[in-house]
Structure formats: structure tokens, C-alpha cells
């Protein structure tokens, strides 16, 4: 089986930022020579929302390096932003939080583009050959690694297993089974999957995300390579049947009445209250659930495209770390690459972001909701997203509305992404 990397440019930083809510040439700066000695202040900046697995590995970190102040920054708010104004400012710290690929050519918080710029140092790191190969490309630049991988999370179907146990039923491994889900749930008197398809910017793109594992990479993994070459367009291949389907789904009801005037936030809370069966979305939707319905239990499982039982599932890494190229305490810093990456501190950053760690890890242990999705990422069952441009990404969700009000078709959705893509 190929799995290609397939990080996107725009989708991964688009959805990761969703839901966590002048540069200089080169990119030849070399790594800083390391003296042995680690000492000093370490500082560095991350999300707010994670502070506290943050201060949980520091605190790991300092007990191996006690000379190292560690001094640690958590902002709310849009920390890409906030990254890119601290480098070009010259106020950076030593750690930076980034995202992970991206164009080179970009000027963006993702690794491709910092390394590109000479913004981020090499990681002088003993875990860099166990970097996953189906993931190698969204943390490297020109033959070396620059980001801590951090961990991956899904995109697939996120289910109120209480609600479900309660009404005796199952979660589909089929795509016959995903539509008697939706009639069996309203007979129950609740709906299958609270998709919030009226929150234009993500809303209608998730559950097509999610099959594009399954659909897409496995009948065209050369499909971005065809479309940039012109060989194919969006209409002829199987981003129409992705669309199909949720056409489908949307006639036999699965999405339940209001779907096109309902945020994410509100299906989230409509599945914890047992109203809806699952939503499809990304795993850090499940803090959200569980904080708003705790007396749920949860399970993640991917969406099944076809009948055949092969389905594969949707995986994006999220935050990475790099290191300012013009990082204070270059030392303590690659000092603290090396230590994330080790088992102990990978546990506590996947238990911390609700995700399995990028660099394989005999010292983690998938929580119960997402076993089934650690499984499958070990089985080399885990697919990139697909690479979207920003305005070709914008007019699917846009269209995918359109469809579901009856303006338009599944080819006409892939019709007017062809429009918009960019040769």
C-alpha cells in the first residue's frame, strides 16, 4: 500500500487553527554547535489552550536539565500570527509553535516556508530516523528535520457511544451501514451526525475530508500530480463521489433538521446531549464533548466510503515546535527537541492534545476513544489531507451549501473548484 504525504498548504493550518482556535533569504543557516552544556533560561511560546502539558514537560524537562530556567509563554488567539510578528520583529523566543509542511515559497508559520527563509534551525535530534515516512515530508526541508512531529490527530467520526449503547446500536464499517445508521437514528427520535454546515469557513468540508482516505488516496494517490499537470480536472475523479455521498446523506436525513443553520459548536453540544449520535470533525473536538457531556463515553472510528470494509482514516498533525534560527539559548533549546521527542515526554504532549504521537512510542497508551484509531495509524491506515488551495477549498464548502439547497450538483460542486484552482 503507498500512503503519500499528502500535507496540505492551506487545510491543515486552516482546520488546526479552526479548532485550536520581512524575512531572510537563504535557508542555509546551520545548526549551532552544541558545547555539552546546557544551562541558561530556555524560553519559548505555545497555545494557552495547552498549557498545562506544556508545564507538564517542562517540568520533566528541568528535572534532566536543572541548570536550564525554563521561562514559557502561553497566548490565546491566533498564535500563528503571533509567531510570524514576534520573528520578523526580532522578539521570537528560543522554541516557536509552527505548523507542519507548507510551500516554500509561502510566507507562513509552517516548517517548509521558516526553513526555506532561514528562520529555524536543524534539529540536532537522535529520534529524526523514526520520523514515520508517510509523515517525514510535513516536518522536514531539504533533506533535514526541523519540527518536533508532535501528534496526530483524527478527522473521522467522533460518537456518543453511551447514546449509541442506549439505543442499541453500532457504529457503520460500511457505507450501507453509515445510511441505516441515519434511519435507525430517527426512528430512535435523534439524528446520525451533527454536522454544523452552516459554519461556512469548515463546516461542510469535514465529512468529505474524512473519506478522502479511503476514496480518494487509495482509487488516485497521484491526484494532485495529474491536476497540476492538467492531466485531470476536480470532475473527473473521485472528489464526485465523495460529494455523492453527501448528497445521499443529506437526503436520507443524516444530518437532521437545521443542519445548514448550525455551527460546529453546536453539534458538538447537540451529540454530547445525546440529540445526535456523532459528528464528524477533528479529535480535539473531544475535549469539547466530553467537557460539555462527562457522564458520556466517546469513541473515535473512521467513515467508511464503500462496502468492501477496507476504510482508512483521516490523520493531520497539528502544532509543531521548531527552533528560532536566532534562538538566545540555541543549546537548551535543541536540548529540549531531543527530550520531546523521547517516549516519556511524546506520552504526555498526545495524552495532553487527544492525538497519538507522530514518532512510534512503546510508552503510550491510547485512551479507550481512541484505540481504534491508534490502530489503524499503526497499520500505516493514516492518510494526509489533501492539498487544497485557499480559494478552491473556500468554493467546496461554498458549493457544498449550494448542493444541499438544491442549487447545484456533485459535479457542479467539482465544476467550480476546477474554476477556482490556480494552474
Do not use: H
Not at 528560543?94 to 509561502?106: E, Q
Not at 449550494?402 to 467539482?414: I, K, R, S, Y
Request: proline share 7%; glycine share 10%; aromatic share 8%.
Amino acid at each position: 500500500m503507498k500512503i503519500r504525504n499528502l500535507a496540505a498548504t492551506t487545510s491543515v493550518v486552516a482546520i488546526t487553527a479552526l479548532v485550536l482556535t520581512g524575512c531572510s533569504g537563504g535557508g542555509d543557516t546551520p545548526p549551532a554547535p552544541s558545547d555539552g552544556e546546557v544551562s541558561g533560561t530556555l524560553t519559548g511560546v505555545f497555545s494557552s489552550i495547552f498549557q498545562d502539558t506544556y508545564e507538564e514537560i517542562a517540568a520533566a524537562f528541568s528535572e534532566k536539565y536543572p541548570d536550564v530556567t525554563v521561562d514559557f509563554d502561553y497566548q490565546g488567539g491566533d498564535i500563528a500570527q503571533l509567531v510570524m510578528t514576534q520573528l520578523q520583529g526580532g522578539t521570537a523566543p528560543d522554541i516557536l509553535t509552527s505548523f507542519p509542511g507548507g510551500d516554500p515559497k509561502d510566507n507562513a508559520d509552517n516548517v517548509a516556508p521558516l526553513a526555506a527563509n532561514g528562520l529555524i534551525l536543524p534539529l540536532e535530534v537522535t529520534w529524526a530516523g523514526d520520523l514515520p515516512e508517510a509523515w517525514a515530508n510535513d516536518f522536514t526541508y531539504d533533506g533535514e528535520v526541523y519540527a518536533y512531529p508532535g501528534a496526530l490527530q483524527p478527522l473521522a467520526g467522533i460518537y456518543n457511544q453511551t447514546k449509541m449503547d442506549e439505543l442499541g446500536l453500532s457504529i457503520p464499517t460500511t457505507l450501507d451501514e453509515v445510511l441505516q445508521l441515519c434511519a435507525d437514528a430517527t426512528d430512535a427520535g435523534v439524528y446520525a451526525y451533527a454536522q454544523g454546515l452552516g459554519e461556512a469557513a469548515a463546516g461542510p468540508q469535514m465529512f468529505p475530508f474524512a473519506q478522502t482516505a479511503t476514496l480518494l488516496e487509495q482509487e488516485m494517490p497521484d491526484f494532485d500530480e495529474q491536476l497540476a499537470s492538467g492531466d485531470i480536472t476536480y470532475q473527473d475523479s473521485p472528489w464526485v463521489d465523495i460529494f455523492e455521498i453527501q448528497q445521499d446523506l443529506w437526503d436520507a436525513g443524516c444530518f437532521g433538521e437545521g443542519a445548514l443553520g448550525r455551527s460546529r459548536e453546536q453539534g458538538g453540544n447537540a451529540v454530547a446531549a445525546g440529540q445526535a449520535l456523532g459528528i464528524v470533525d477533528v479529535g480535539a473536538v473531544l475535549a469539547t464533548l466530553s467537557a460539555a457531556g462527562p457522564d458520556n463515553s466517546y469513541v473515535v472510528a473512521p467513515v467508511p466510503a464503500n462496502n468492501d470494509g477496507e476504510t482508512f482514516v483521516t490523520a493531520l498533525p497539528g502544532f509543531v515546535n521548531t527552533i528560532n534560527a536566532k534562538a538566545k539559548n540555541p543549546s537548551a533549546a535543541q536540548a529540549f527537541m531531543e527530550f520531546l521527542g523521547s517516549p516519556e515526554a511524546s506520552a504526555i504532549y498526545a495524552d495532553g492534545f487527544k492525538s497519538v504521537p507522530v514518532l512510534p512510542n512503546d510508552q503510550y497508551t491510547p485512551p479507550a476513544e481512541l484505540e481504534a484509531f491508534a490502530a489503524l495509524i499503526a497499520e500505516n491506515k493514516g492518510v494526509s489531507l489533501p492539498t487544497l488551495q485557499t480559494e478552491v477549498q473556500a468554493t467546496m464548502n461554498q458549493q457544498l451549501q449550494a448542493m444541499f439547497l438544491g442549487n447545484t450538483t456533485p459535479e457542479g460542486v467539482a465544476e467550480s473548484m476546477q474554476s477556482a484552482y490556480k494552474q
